[in-house]
């Protein structure tokens, strides 16, 4: 990687500053990767939990609350069942993750106990926070345990996940908690010192959203995890798009959260970026905790109207019908460019696939004649629709 990049992509100090102004009060959500907390067998090692604890302790207080996002359930399995590599079924994974997970929340325990700060263990699957009533329950409960003083370990529910309800790996999860909890802060702890070029120089800072950083992170997983850079850039502009500052911390360093808070240069620290705004949490819910059932295809016209007057999409502007949704459903609308499509936009349909296929170009007034009932003269209305580029 060249250092003409490098030079522009970095931006600056002054960020460090803010984030060490900012984050003087408010939640914080630390994410540990399995490599920072086992050794090369697997196997969990205490003391680097004992540590972690000591430093995410002074984290809690009045102003100042942290979620601890844990991966090692799966890992902690593999050592005490003796195997030698990551099972390659989902089935196995499960096996792993029941085994390891109780000994992972049972570390966390004792390491909290000599602060005694209660450890709560919060188990999460994609349909929990896909689920709106789900999603808010599970605010409404970690918002309880911080008034307690208790610290949530937060893991995937990997025991009864599978592929369609499964977030992937910990960095999204994390990613989905801090908007959960709507987090200032979004600390990943990895084997990594931060996001590095091909000569091993670690990037100090830069916009999440620089599309430069994709250069500079290739994808990969450790013997024990699912996780790499690129999913780590991926989940920090998941949580960016919030509001949030997102750091890249090498884990098995100590001193790094407090380095960090400090308003030192260490890891990479990813900034949000202010000219895009922070999506509410409803808007950030729809375009990056849902999954989208279908598609649809709009005309130019139409794609105008939702990026530049932040109109709702009629059925008069959609060209093609993809997929098989429900009435309520989250879909993309993509608009035709060179070489493909493009998408612009996600929101909630109000008409299931097999009626936007036969109401699909049609002025609003005649839904009715055709369906035989009206949902309204938007197929998705603006309140239910977020631009995506």
Known sequence: MSQEVDDTIRIGSPSRAELKKLTRSGRVVVKIGSGVLTDNQGRIEPKTIRR???????????????????????????GILGLKSRPRTMAGLQAAAAVGQSKLVEAWSQAFSKFEIPVAQ????????????????A???????????????????????????????????????????????????????????????????ALASDGLLDA??????????????????????VASARGAYVAILEGKRPGQIAALLDGQ????????????GKLSSRAHWI?????????????AGAANAILEQQKSLLASGVKSVEGDFA????VDIAVAARGGQQIIARGLVRYSADQMARI??????????????????????????????
């Open 360 to 389: 699909q170009g049609l002025p609003s007034t005649a839904i009715e004649g055709v369906l035989g009932f009206s949902s309204g003269d938007a197929v998705i209305h603006r309140d239910d629709l977020v631009i995506l580029s």
């Open 52 to 78: 972690l604890a000591n430093e995410i302790a002074p984290l809690c207080g009045l102003r100042h609350w942290p979620f601890v996002v844990s991966s090692g359930a799966i890992a902690v399995g593999m």
């Open 327 to 330: 009435e309520g459903d989250p």
């Open 139 to 205: 605010r409404r409960a970690l918002g309880e345990l911080e008034r307690r003083h208790a610290v949530a370990v937060i893991n995937e529910n990997d025991t009864v996940s599978f592929e369609e309800i499964a977030f992937g790996d910990n960095d999204e999860l994390a990613a989905q908690v801090s908007n959960l909890i709507d987090a200032h802060l979004l600390i990943m702890l990895s084997t990594a010192p931060g996001v590095v070029n091909e000569s091993g120089v670690r990037l100090p800072e």
């Open 216 to 237: 500079l992170a290739q994808p990969g997983a450790s013997r024990f995890g699912k996780g790499g850079m690129m999913s780590k850039l991926r989940s920090a502009r």
């Open 265 to 276: 240069d260490v890891g990479t620290l990813l900034l949000p970026d202010q000219a895009k």
């Open 122 to 137: 919060v188990l999460l699957t994609h349909a929990d926070l896909a689920n709106r009533k789900r999603f808010l329950n």
């Open 287 to 299: 375009a990056h905790t849902l999954r989208p059932a279908g598609k649809l295809v709009v005309d």
